[in-house]
Every structure is written in C-alpha cells, then in structure tokens.
C-alpha cells in the first residue's frame, strides 16, 4: 500500500521521479504503542534519494495512501518523518477469527513451496559427551528448521559425524590406555589424551563385554576395535542425550563413508583439473582467494593426510546430489574462517552460493551461583548438556539457548533457569498459557456456552488492554516470517514474552467471566486465541505448553 502510494505520489507530480525498484524500507510495530500499530521508514529511505524533507515525502504518500476502511483506520507522519500506520478493529478481528480456524496452522505460510532444505546442526566431534555449547546449537538449529517447516520448506534434519582423523584416534588411544589399566597392564596414557571419567566408563564397559579378548589383538588391531566400540557408544550416548532434549534427527552421516568410497579423493582430482589446487611447502592448497577468502587453503597436508576441509567438500556436493534446493549449516563462531572456503569450493564446483548459508552461534558461558563453569573434554572439567537438562529441565534448556541472539556470547543462569517465578521466562510464559486454560475450564463449569468466533460481537473488545492483546495475538504469521527468513530464532521467544506480559496486564483489568453474555462470549474467543498463539509458538520452540501449574 505505502509503495503504490508513494507512486501515485509520484505519477502527481507531488514527488519527483521514483527508482524502480524502490529501495528497501521497514515497516514494523514501533516502540511505544501510542504511536500506533505499525511505523513506516518510507519517507526517510527516499528523501536523500528524490532531494526532499522527510517529512515532505511522508506528506504526498500519505495523502496518496489509499488503504480500505476496513484494514487501516489511519495514518499519520511523526517525528522526522516516520509513518505511524493504526489498522482498523475490523481487520484485527478478522484475524482473531482466524486463529480459531486455522488453530494449529495459525502462522504457516506456504512461502518456502515445498522446497527442500537440509539442516544440518550439533554435529560435535564423537570424541566425548556433548557439552552446553552443543546444546545452543541443537536448540538454535532444530527451531530453525520448525520455522522453515511453518514457512513451507520441506526440512530434513541432519548429523555429521566426524568418525575419522586425529581427535578419534586420540580417543581410541585414551580408551586403550585406561583399558590396559583396568586389566593391570602397563599403559602410557596419551599426553593428548581425553581426561574424563567417560573414557574410563567407556574402558569398562568394554572390559565388561569383551573381557581380556583384546589382549590377544595385535596392538593396532586391538586399537581398532577400540576405536569402532568406543565411537558407536559415544554415538549412541549423544543420540540419547539430543533425544532427551527433543531433537531426533533424520539422517546421522558418516564422514568416513567419504574417505571409503573415494568421494573425498575424485572432489581432490576435479579441482585438481579445474586449476584450483597447487603445492607449496609439501602440501595441496585450494585456491580460495578466487572466491572472496582471505588466503588460500590446506586441503591435504604435507603428510599426505586430508584436512577436514577436503571432506567438508564432497560432504556438501553430496547433499546437492540428494536433491536438496538449500543447504543451511549451523556452526560455532570458531568456524567462521571456514564459510568463505567452502562457499568458494562450491560455487567453484558449479553450485550457486547463495543456495549454501551459515548460521554462527557464539559461545556459552555458564554460570553457577555466579561462578563460572569451566568446559573442557580433555580436562574433563565440563558440564554435560544431559546434566544441564537434569538440572534446569529441557523446556527451561531449549527457551533459554534460543532467547538469545546466536550471534552474540551468552550466559547461561542455571540459578534462573530453576526458578519458579515470574523472573524465569519460560515459567513465566507457560503461566499464561496455563492462567488461560484455568480460565477455559472455569467457563466449562460455571456452564459457560463455548463461544462462535465466527458469530462473537467482538466489536466489544474495546479497552485499551482488549486491542493491546488482540493486536499482539494476530502479529504471530509476521513474527514467524521474519524469524524464519532472517533466521533469527530468538525472535519467537521475544515475542512469547511480549504476549504473556499483554496477557497478564488484560487479566489484571479485565474480567473474563461476567454477567454480560456477549462481552463474556467476546473475551473468551479473544483469551482462547491468545491460548493458541501461546501454543504454537512454544510448539516452535520445542517448549511443552503446560495447562496446569
């Protein structure tokens, strides 16, 4: 509306020629509610461009503005400039209807129109039990891909399991060491070796099913049967923990499949005879300036090994192969100095680069009664994510590592996160769905008639509480739409929040259950929204909505 506007504006010479396209221009709900509903940047994205005041431009689009009665009530210029735009009650009721309809499909679009994405996500090192920073990852990356899903993209979700190199064989050499011990045998442990009392548990256990069997084992053959016993029980205990947490994933993949089947030396032969490899200093560099990095790349070193990053290629042109239209990783900030290598591997392999993104995650500092705790698996110093969901519960684990902007480090306040108060957020959200249900139950045994929100008089709702939830209640499709495209899972947090605390001051004002029938009857219909709203953006989460607590 405010485009077409703004070209009437133009077409009656009220404004100067406009640019085709216009450039982009944000409309969103402002800060302060008395400003309205939404607040448009329009006029002062296109005053520098067409040579005019702010709020000039703002003047001519408004008086060109022609929106229907039913949808916008008003507009007007603020400030240097700004749009505040008021929508009308009858297109917010609209939409409170539709809530009802749809019920659990209340925020699903069919943008994404069926295309396939793969997310792949967590994907730790099986080289110990998976740690608190795992866990923002698996939180940030499982929301993502329900997003996608409530946007209309077909998601597949997937581990990559780094089962070959050095850290798993620093492994296989912990567990050796301590399974010599345990049968009395002289054992060196590594100097590199992983220090938990995992790799104990995991030398008794095979020491349990295999008795003194190995001993009879040539050194290196009985170092790899450790290495395949102790990488499928660390498997096992990481799809254990993530399942604990609510995450299962679709396809688990083995890095060494790659190695095995020859993927990783034909990616190394087809650069090869495009001129993106050359060798200096003994080893194989991959040409990554050419695509936007910073320097070029190992990808086989000198000692005739391949780096991480010559999987990390045919790994990727290996999901394309699958059929998928959009590949969507989600990787720690230490991995940042990566993208740039493997973007420029595939584009150069023939794949557009846009298809292949990256969403970082920044660390996790966790916090105990204000100490911090310390996280390292070879000092076995470290907070595992299965006893952090003993500890706080998944629903407190999930909210808290999503809340938080992935791109920014963030404190994990277990003290917090036990608490049940207000102050905790998550507690404070299920409240409100819970307050809600109490109420609907109330209404069922007073004999209250479940309302028609198809036929409700919500023109009832008329207090400034009643428009401040209803407005918040329908903004839910918008609020997926732009967590999902802009993958910025917090957002949904941020909103569940902003709803429960609507909720909590209209309940503070306004009675639910009165003697006035169609006033009652409008009111449930609007609590009953917000109970759904509440529902399916936890649902999003991975949050349990509770109804009682």
Same mark, same amino acid.
């Given at each position: ?15 100067? !020629? ?440 919500? !023109?009832?709702?008329? !207090? ?86």
């Amino acid at each position: 509306m405010l485009e077409d506007a703004a070209r009437r504006a133009a077409q009656a010479g009220a404004l100067p !020629t406009l640019p085709d396209p216009l450039p982009a221009f944000e409309v969103e709900p402002p800060r302060d509610p008395r400003h309205g509903d939404y607040a448009a940047n329009i006029a002062l994205v296109l005053a520098p461009i067409l040579g005019r005041p702010p709020r000039t431009v703002g003047d001519a689009i408004v008086r060109n503005l022609r929106a229907p009665a039913d949808v916008l009530q008003g507009a007007t210029i603020a400030g240097p400039g700004f749009l505040n735009l008021r929508l009308a009650p009858a297109f917010v009721h609209r939409w409170l209807r539709s809530v009802h309809a749809e019920d659990r499909r209340f925020g699903h679009t069919d943008l994404g129109g069926g295309r396939r994405v793969l997310v792949e996500y967590v994907s730790a090192n099986p080289t110990g039990p998976l740690h608190v920073g795992a866990g923002r990852n698996g939180a940030v990356g499982e929301t993502v891909a329900r997003l996608l899903e409530a946007l209309g993209y077909r998601v597949s979700r997937e581990y990559y399991v780094n089962d070959c190199g050095a850290q798993v064989e620093t492994l296989a050499r912990s567990v050796d060491a301590r399974y010599l011990e345990l049968l009395g045998r002289p054992a060196e442990f590594p100097a590199d070796g992983y220090q938990g009392d995992y790799v104990r548990e995991i030398a008794r256990r095979i020491q349990e099913t295999d008795g003194a069997g190995l001993l009879e084992l040539e050194p290196a053959q009985r170092l790899a049967r450790i290495e395949e016993l102790s990488l499928r029980m660390m498997q096992d205990e990481i799809r254990s923990t993530l399942e604990a947490f609510g995450i299962v994933f679709d396809v688990w993949f083995s890095e060494r499949t790659l190695h095995e089947s020859g993927a990783v030396q034909r990616c190394i032969e087809e650069l090869r005879r495009r001129d993106l490899l050359y060798e200096q200093d003994g080893a194989l560099w991959f040409r990554a300036t050419r695509f936007g990095d910073d320097k070029d790349r190992v990808i086989v070193r000198s000692d005739g090994r391949p780096t991480y990053f010559a999987a990390d290629i045919p790994y990727h042109l290996n999901k394309y192969a699958r059929g998928f239209d959009h590949l969507i990783d989600v990787w720690g900030m230490d991995h940042v100095g990566d993208v740039a290598r493997l973007r420029g591997a595939l584009e150069a392999l023939g794949h557009d680069p846009s298809t292949f993104e990256v969403v970082l995650y920044q660390h996790v500092r966790l916090r105990n009664e204000g100490e911090a705790v310390r996280m390292s698996k070879r000092s076995g110093e470290f907070v595992t994510l299965r006893e952090l969901v003993d500890a706080v519960g998944r629903d407190a684990a999930r909210f808290f590592f999503v809340a938080t902007n992935p791109a920014v480090p963030m404190d994990f306040d277990l003290a917090l996160a036990r608490r049940q108060s207000a102050e905790n957020p998550v507690y404070y959200v299920q409240y409100a769905h819970a307050r809600i249900c109490s109420i609907l139950r109330e209404a069922q045994r007073l004999g209250v008639p479940q309302p028609d929100a198809e036929r409700a008089d919500l !023109t009832l709702l008329r !207090t400034p509480e009643e428009w401040a939830l209803a407005r918040r209640v329908v903004a839910l499709p918008e609020v997926v739409h732009a967590a999902g495209v802009r993958r910025e899972p917090q957002r949904l947090c941020a909103y569940a929040r902003e709803l429960a605390e609507t909720f909590h001051v209209f309940y503070g004002q306004c009675r639910v259950l009165t003697e006035d029938r169609d006033l009652t009857a409008a009111r449930l219909v609007l609590v009953d929204a917000a109970r759904r709203v509440l529902r399916n953006t936890l649902d999003l989460l991975g949050v349990a909505a509770v109804e009682r607590m």
